[in-house]
C-alpha cells in the first residue's frame, strides 16, 4: 500500500466523554476507493469514531490524516469542501424541509453552480422515488426514502470520502439490500470511498473490502472483510457468530 | 355597527404592528430556541437612535433608517456579545441573561436620555379617513399596513426563495446536520437575530407615535401583547405570528372599545392563559414535524 492509496489516515486518536473514555487509541487506515466497515456492539465507539472524524467530537490526543493534510483543528464546515461527507444516525434529514431543499442544501457551499446542479439531476435519476416527492416535507417520507435522501444529499456534495452512520437502521431488508448495492456501485463507477458504520454484520461484510471490529473504543481487529466473512473462528471471537 | 367597523379597522392596525413584533419573536425562536424577553428594551434602543437622527437631521425618514440600522447592530452584538456565551443546557439562564439586558438597556437609555416621555413624530397623518360617517384608517395607518406587509413578504421570499433563507431555516431546524452540510450555523444565527432586532425596531418605530410617545420603557405592554400573539400563534409560525398579532389586535381593540381600556390587559392574561391551557403549542405549531 502507498500513501497514494491512503485517503484517510487515523493515529492513536483518543476521545472521552466527560471522564469517561469512549475511543482509546484508535489507529485506522482507509484505502481510496474502497469501503470499511467499522463493526462492533452497542457502545463500542463506533458512532464517536465517525463524529471525531467529522469534527462534531474533539479528540483528546492522535492524529487524522485525510488526504495527505492533518484534519484536525479544520472546522466542521469546511470539512465537506474537502470531499468529506458524514451521513449521521438516524439519517440527519431536515423533516421540515422538502426533498428538494435538503437536496439543494447538500451543494449550496458549491460555487460550481452549474456542476451542482448536475449533481442534483443525477441524484434524482438514482434516487427515482424522491423525484416523485420533491415537495413532500422530509416528515412525510418513508425509512428507505429518508435513507435515501441522506445519501443523495450527501452525494450532491460529490465527496471523495462518505462517512456513513448505520445506514440500515431501522429498514426492510430488501431495503438495506439495495443500499448495499448502492454503494457498491458508487465505489466502482465514481470511486468513492465509504467509511460504513453498521451493527448488520452481514450486510455490512456483504459490501465492504476491509472490515474493523470495535469493542469499548479500541479497534480489536483489522482484517479484509473476505476474511472476516469466510472464517467462522474469527468471526466467533470477535463478533460473536 | 358603526362603532364595530371603526374599532374593527382600529384593532387590525394595531394588529399588524403585534404581527411585526411577534414575528421578531418568532425569527428568534425558530434561530436560537430563546424567547427573547429583551426585544422590546433592544426595539426601544433602536427607535432612540432614530430619535438622535431625526432630531439632528429634521428628516424622519433618515431618523426611520437609522433606526432599522439601529435594530440590525443592536442584535448583531446582542448575539456575538451576550448570548453566544449563554449556557444553552438550561433555558432558565436564556431568560434570566435576557430578563437582565433589558434592566442594562432601559437604565442606560434613561440616564442618556432620561425618563420623561419624548414626542414622537408620524410621517403621515393620523386622522381617520371616513367612509360616509365612519371613521375608518387614517393615511398613517395605511404606512402601518403598507411597512408590515412589505416586511412580511420580504421575509417570506427571503426564507423561501433564497439560498440564505434555506441556509437559515436548515440552521435553526438541524444545526449540527447543516454544519456537516457546510452551512456556518453561527453566521445564520447572528443574521437571525439581526433581523428580527431590525423587525422589532420596525414595529417600535410604528407604534410608539400611536402612544404616549418615546420613553425607556414603552414597549413593555406591547412587548406582553406581542409574546401573547406569538404564543397564540404558535411560537415556531411565521404565518401563525401574524394570525396571532391581528387576533390580539383586534381583541384589545373590541375589549377597549366596548369595555374600557383598564381591562385591556387583563384581556391579554386571559387570552394568553386560554390559549396556553387549550393548545399549549399555539394554533400553527408544526408538532407533526417536529416529532418526525
Do not use: C
Amino acid at each position: 500500500m502507498t500513501a497514494d492509496d491512503v485517503i484517510l489516515q487515523v493515529k492513536g486518536l483518543t476521545a472521552e466523554y466527560g471522564a469517561a473514555p469512549v475511543l482509546q487509541e484508535v489507529d485506522l487506515t482507509v484505502r481510496a476507493g474502497t469501503i470499511a466497515a467499522v463493526l462492533g456492539a452497542n457502545g463500542a465507539g463506533k458512532t464517536t469514531l465517525l463524529r471525531t472524524l467529522s469534527g462534531l467530537v474533539k479528540p483528546s490526543g492522535g492524529e487524522i490524516v485525510y488526504s495527505g493534510q492533518p484534519l484536525l483543528g479544520v472546522p466542521v464546515e469546511q470539512l465537506v469542501r474537502r470531499g468529506m461527507a458524514h451521513v449521521p444516525e438516524g439519517r440527519g434529514v431536515v423533516a421540515e424541509l422538502t426533498v428538494d431543499e435538503n437536496l439543494r442544501l447538500g451543494g449550496l457551499w458549491r460555487r460550481d453552480r452549474g456542476d451542482a446542479a448536475k449533481a442534483l439531476t443525477e441524484v434524482y435519476e438514482l434516487f427515482e422515488p424522491l423525484a416523485q416527492r420533491r415537495r413532500s416535507a422530509g416528515h412525510q417520507l418513508s425509512g428507505g426514502e429518508r435513507q435515501m435522501l441522506a445519501l443523495g444529499r450527501a452525494l450532491v456534495a460529490r465527496p471523495k470520502l462518505l462517512l456513513l452512520d448505520e445506514p440500515s437502521l431501522g429498514l426492510a431488508p430488501r431495503v438495506i439490500a439495495q443500499i448495499m448495492a448502492l454503494l457498491r456501485q458508487l465505489r466502482d463507477t465514481t470511486g468513492l470511498t465509504v467509511l460504513l458504520v453498521e451493527q448488520n454484520v452481514r450486510s455490512a461484510l456483504s459490501v465492504a473490502d476491509e472490515a474493523v471490529v470495535m469493542s469499548l473504543g479500541r479497534i480489536v481487529t483489522a482484517t479484509s472483510a473476505d476474511r472476516l466473512r469466510d472464517d467462522e473462528e474469527l468471526r466467533h471471537a470477535y463478533l460473536g457468530f | 355597527m358603526d362603532r364595530f367597523v371603526f374599532l374593527t379597522f382600529d384593532g387590525l392596525s394595531k394588529g399588524a404592528v403585534l404581527a411585526a413584533f411577534a414575528l421578531a419573536l418568532v425569527l428568534i425562536w425558530r434561530a436560537a430556541r430563546i424567547v427573547n424577553f429583551a426585544q422590546g428594551a433592544m426595539a426601544v434602543a433602536a427607535a432612540y437612535a432614530g430619535y438622535s437622527v431625526t432630531t439632528a437631521t429634521g428628516s424622519y425618514w433618515l431618523g426611520f433608517a437609522a433606526a432599522l440600522l439601529g435594530g440590525l447592530l443592536i442584535g448583531v452584538v446582542v448575539e456575538r456579545a451576550v448570548m453566544r456565551f449563554v449556557d444553552h443546557a438550561s433555558p432558565l439562564s436564556e431568560v434570566i441573561v435576557a430578563l437582565g439586558l433589558v434592566l442594562v438597556l432601559q437604565a442606560v437609555l434613561g440616564m442618556v436620555y432620561g425618563n420623561e416621555f419624548l414626542p414622537a413624530g408620524t410621517p403621515f397623518s393620523r386622522t381617520a379617513l371616513s367612509v360616509g360617517d365612519v371613521p375608518l384608517l387614517s393615511r398613517y395607518d395605511l404606512f402601518v399596513f403598507g411597512a408590515v406587509l412589505l416586511v412580511l413578504v420580504g421575509l417570506a421570499l427571503l426564507f423561501t426563495r433564497t439560498s440564505v433563507g434555506l441556509r437559515m431555516r436548515a440552521s435553526a431546524f438541524a444545526p449540527e446536520v447543516s454544519r456537516l452540510l457546510g452551512v456556518n450555523v453561527g453566521g445564520m444565527l447572528t443574521l437571525g437575530w439581526a433581523l428580527a432586532s431590525a423587525v422589532g425596531a420596525l414595529a417600535a418605530l410604528l407604534v410608539i407615535p400611536t402612544e404616549l410617545g418615546l420613553h425607556p420603557h414603552a414597549m413593555d405592554l406591547v412587548f406582553v401583547s406581542a409574546f401573547t400573539a406569538a404564543v397564540v400563534g404558535g411560537l415556531d409560525s411565521p404565518p401563525g405570528a401574524v394570525v396571532g398579532g391581528l387576533t390580539v389586535g383586534l381583541i384589545l381593540s373590541y375589549v377597549s372599545g366596548y369595555l374600557g381600556s383598564d381591562v385591556t390587559p387583563m384581556a391579554v392574561l386571559v387570552l394568553l392563559l386560554a390559549v396556553l391551557l387549550v393548545r399549549p403549542g399555539g394554533l400553527f405549531s408544526s408538532t407533526v414535524a417536529r416529532q418526525a
